[in-house]
């Protein structure tokens, strides 16, 4: 008899959380009391066990189900028991391949209570898998649509339905979809617009915020201070341009700013300004109507005059700062030409970085001469001919990785229409395994061959033909060509320079 080394997988959804269950079957403790109550019946050994609290069954990318799969593969568990086959996952399609073909192949015996599924049984009720996939993929695909439905309403009605307020509102305790100022916060966004509307940059104003020590609204979210997520202590250029922009604080309601890609996914993307609901008039201003517009006209005709300022100097964009990684930045202040850190600038004050000042003008000299030398030494060492060679082989690869890339997504959707044919029964299971394990195979194939393609791609990064004649003219360098065969230039706080090039020098 084989030795069964079992783990136990255990997943409540965000959705699951809310409900009242009367039996409380959902649980992550009533799952965990189910599942080791039946290994201690049926004998086995328990190994470790893998939960996911608060994911979706939709997305297999869940840090339990995925440690799951590492220790399949260490050959550290032999067994996979579950609740049910709804734990599992909800996404029929990647359900019914990790059950009916990973699991196989592994040499893994999975058991769902729930369902007396046990693919080392030969029994009837393992037949009805493949129904109740599907059933779980419609159930969650029905579900999102009635709670979207539901969302939807409460936009149309004016109520938030977001998770955290706009930074200076609060939830009204009598109704969680109506919004009421929260004085103190409020304070300083009312104190933000002021200063935008009397003129002050918003640079003046990210000093002022951080001069007085005013907590940011990522911050005040923080409730955990020994929590990982990512914050920011620190007033920016891009949190006080977010406010100044926010149109609920004249009291407008303001979402379906973006949406989730699909229910599978929690990608989103940002909708344009057409299709956000902004219902007026919802809740208490705590920005003047006239006021907000004005401060909206004076941010787009800043905008367009630093678009049109003026153009960009060889090296700008190429210049990097060695102890904090920021970019230097280049200012143009009476036709005088300067550069320093851009961290550092923002806030000299906070010491984020160390002042990088330099005279643009000689700094462009110097690194001019230097390229100059270096890469007409590097021309010598060349032939022409031999790099649109190599320029010409690269096209070549780079056509037919895209070609092998084609073959992957055809190879894919087969893998879907093969899994859709059998849970239609049009092709029978001998036949379905036959099939899609061909298909994997020669998936593989394609993948591998991606990645060799991938690997001896050369690193010089000269593309054009047409751009590379034009490097013999050194002597008149334009900002496409300098870019070209510059990858960066990094240069410390005691001014000195490293160039990094897109080319080997000998």
């Not at 004998?43 to 939709?58: A, H, K, Q, R």
Request: proline share 3%; glycine share 4%.
């Amino acid at each position: 008899m084989t030795d069964f080394k079992a783990g136990i997988y255990i997943r409540l959804s965000e959705a699951d959380e809310g409900k009242n269950y009367e039996t409380e079957s959902e649980s992550i403790i009533n799952q965990r009391n189910l599942l080791i109550n039946y290994l201690k019946e049926k004998g086995f050994n328990f190994v470790s066990e893998y939960v996911d609290d608060g994911y979706s069954g939709t997305n297999f990318e869940r840090p339990g189900f995925l440690k799951l799969i590492s220790d399949i593969k260490s050959k550290k568990i032999n067994l996979v028991i579950v609740k049910d086959l709804s734990r599992l996952g909800r996404d029929h399609i990647m359900t019914g391949y990790y059950v009916e073909n990973f699991f196989p192949e592994n040499n893994i015996r999975f058991i769902s209570i729930q369902e007396n599924y046990d693919s080392f049984k030969n029994q009837a009720s393992n037949d009805s898998s493949t129904f109740i996939f599907a059933c779980n993929d419609y159930y969650s695909r029905q579900n999102s649509i009635k709670i979207r439905s539901v969302l939807n309403d409460k936009r149309r009605q004016g109520k938030f339905i977001g998770s955290t307020p706009s930074f200076g509102y609060q939830r009204d305790p009598n109704d969680k979809g109506h919004l009421i100022i929260d004085k103190e916060n409020a304070r300083i966004v009312k104190k933000i617009f002021d200063m935008a509307y009397l003129g002050s940059s918003i640079s003046q104003i990210v000093t002022y915020l951080n001069d007085n020590k005013i907590k940011t609204p990522s911050t005040l979210k923080r409730k955990n201070p020994n929590a990982n997520n990512k914050y920011n202590p620190i007033w920016t250029i891009s949190s006080v341009s977010k406010i100044l922009k926010n149109q609920m604080y004249v009291g407008d309601m303001v979402q379906s700013v973006q949406t989730k890609v699909s229910y599978k996914s929690k990608k989103k993307k940002t909708l344009p300004k057409s299709n956000w609901d902004i219902i007026p008039n919802t809740h208490e201003a705590i920005v003047d109507r006239f006021i907000f517009e004005t401060v909206q006209s004076n941010l787009k005709r800043t905008k367009v005059t630093n678009k049109n300022k003026r153009e960009k100097r060889l090296f700008e964009n190429l210049l990097i700062c060695l102890e904090c990684g920021n970019s230097l930045t280049i200012s143009c202040k009476n036709n005088y030409y300067t550069i320093n850190c851009n961290k550092y600038t923002r806030n000299p004050k906070l010491k984020l970085c160390q002042s990088h000042f330099i005279p643009y003008e000689k700094l462009e000299g110097d690194l001019l001469k230097k390229v100059q030398e270096t890469y007409k030494k590097y021309l010598q060492e060349l032939n022409l001919s031999d790099i649109i060679k190599s320029v010409e082989g690269e096209k070549d690869s780079f056509k037919e990785i895209k070609s092998l890339e084609l073959k992957e997504r055809e190879y894919l959707n087969k893998l879907d229409l093969l899994y859709e044919d059998r849970f239609k029964e049009v092709i029978s299971i001998d036949i379905y395994k036959r099939l899609s394990k061909e298909t994997e195979v020669k998936l593989d194939n394609i993948r591998s061959e991606i990645n060799k393609l991938k690997e001896s791609k050369p690193k010089e990064e000269i593309k054009d033909d047409t751009k590379i004649k034009t490097l013999i003219d050194i002597d008149n360098p334009t900002r496409d060509l300098i870019k070209l065969i510059i990858n960066k230039i990094i240069i410390d706080k005691d001014r000195n320079i490293e160039i990094i090039y897109n080319f080997s020098i000998r």
